[in-house]
DNA sequence: CTGGTGACCATTA
DNA sequence: TTAATGGCCACCA
């Protein structure tokens, strides 16, 4: 039988946030969940922060919990990741964005305080 | 093996 | 509303 190495976590992640639709969000937690490593968000930003160069992965979808950007704006990568978005059609109120309205899925999931926008 | 780290998260005050 | 806190655990040196 042909062997067939696992994919890393690294590329299960990234598959993942690969299926998330143009004009959606997701966030940390949610796409660990989805690629079965519950409680791993921290992970998922790991594997987005050391993405291949090159790498097509629509990484800027993938937002935390509170509906803001994880990125320090020091390198400018903030600014790079609310353009990208907004260029998908997302829109930003006080820097947050609206995860009952761009939440990819969120209808199917269950409510928490976390996701409200205050 | 071991210990430090992190593009996180939920809870609490 | 924000801030602090403790938990989390794969990854890497």
């Not at 990484?59 to 509170?66: E, F, K």
């Amino acid at each position: 039988m042909p062997y067939r190495k696992p994919p890393s976590n690294y590329e299960i992640i990234w598959e993942t946030v690969s299926r998330i639709p143009k004009g959606k969000v997701a966030t940390y937690g949610q796409i660990a969940e989805l690629c079965g490593l519950p409680r791993q968000a921290r992970l998922v930003g790991y594997a987005l922060h050391n993405l291949p160069r090159g790498s097509d992965v629509p990484w800027q979808r993938v937002i935390n919990a509170q509906g803001g950007i994880s990125l320090s704006d020091l390198d400018g990568m903030y600014e790079e990741q609310i353009r990208l978005l907004k260029k998908e059609g997302i829109k930003f109120i006080r820097g947050k964005v609206n995860l009952y309205r761009y939440g990819w899925r969120y209808g199917w999931m269950k409510k928490s305080s976390a996701m409200l926008i205050k």
